[in-house]
T-cell receptor, first 113, second 115 residues
Framework: ETGVTQSPTHLIKTRGQQVTLRCSSQ?????VSWYQQALGQGPQFIFQ???????GRGNFPPRFSGLQFPNYSSELNVNALELDDSALYLC????????????FGQGTRLTVV | LAKTTQPISMDSYEGQEVNITCSHN???????ITWYQQFPSQGPRFIIQ???TKVTNEVASLFIPADRKSSTLSLPRVSLSDTAVYYC????????????????FGKGTKLSVKP
């Protein structure tokens, strides 16, 4: 148990719809990073939030956006869903941007049909 | 960015020792080598990290030769529960190899342990 919880665990959406995924970070952690993991691939970095501000972004289009709240929980929003967005979405929390080890949640499995 | 290369898959039997080798030919002087384990439908979890020579913990051992261009994760006497994907990462002391303070994962090695 890492103390990082994600919801929902599974989700099915239709192409073109919008989705919001949620992550509660480990107690005391102020940094949340989101990763996308397609089937058979390693996790790919989407973006990171540190103290409620976006603090780094990977090679993902603007329809991938996020938020971090004062309690350091976070949301990942994806607009105009495409079939290729089907993946396991992982969030990882840490204390300080890049200063401590990251702990992952169990992920949200998103299927776009 | 130091890229890593690992075998795509490995098979083993319960009770055997498993060695997974990772190549990282252009590792930088300040880089560490970190290994993560991921079970199906779970997030990756840190298992071991090293800079040079040998590191051992309760889960695994990590062997790093003097030139540091490769490393070997050793799992002693594996059990069925060790079936997972193992990722080798190169980066700072916390494992972060990306310029955005992010982890960089390759495809990993899928280890299947059979009874």
């Amino acid at each position: 148990e890492t103390g990082v919880t994600q919801s929902p665990t599974h989700l099915i959406k239709t192409r073109g719809q919008q989705v919001t995924l949620r992550c509660s970070s480990q107690s005391g952690h102020n940094t949340v990073s989101w990763y996308q993991q397609a089937l058979g691939q390693g996790p790919q970095f989407i973006f990171q939030y540190y103290r409620e501000e976006e603090n780094g972004r990977g090679n993902f289009p603007p329809r991938f956006s996020g938020l971090q709240f004062p309690n350091y929980s976070s949301e990942l929003n994806v607009n105009a869903l495409e079939l290729d967005d089907s993946a396991l979405y992982l969030c990882a929390s840490s204390l300080g941007s890049g200063t401590t080890e990251a702990f992952f949640g169990q992920g949200t499995r998103l299927t776009v049909v | 960015l130091a890229k890593t290369t690992q075998p795509i898959s490995m098979d083993s039997y319960e009770g055997q020792e498993v060695n997974i080798t990772c190549s990282h030919n252009n590792i930088a002087t300040n880089d560490y080598i970190t290994w993560y384990q991921q079970f199906p439908s779970q997030g990756p979890r840190f298992i071991i990290q090293g800079y040079k020579t040998k590191v051992t913990n309760e889960v695994a051992s990590l062997f790093i030769p003097a030139d540091r261009k490769s490393s070997t994760l050793s799992l002693p006497r594996v059990s069925l529960s060790d079936t997972a994907v193992y990722y080798c990462l190169v980066g700072d002391k916390r494992g972060y190899g990306g310029s955005q303070g992010n982890l960089i994962f390759g495809k990993g090695t899928k280890l299947s342990v059979k009874p």
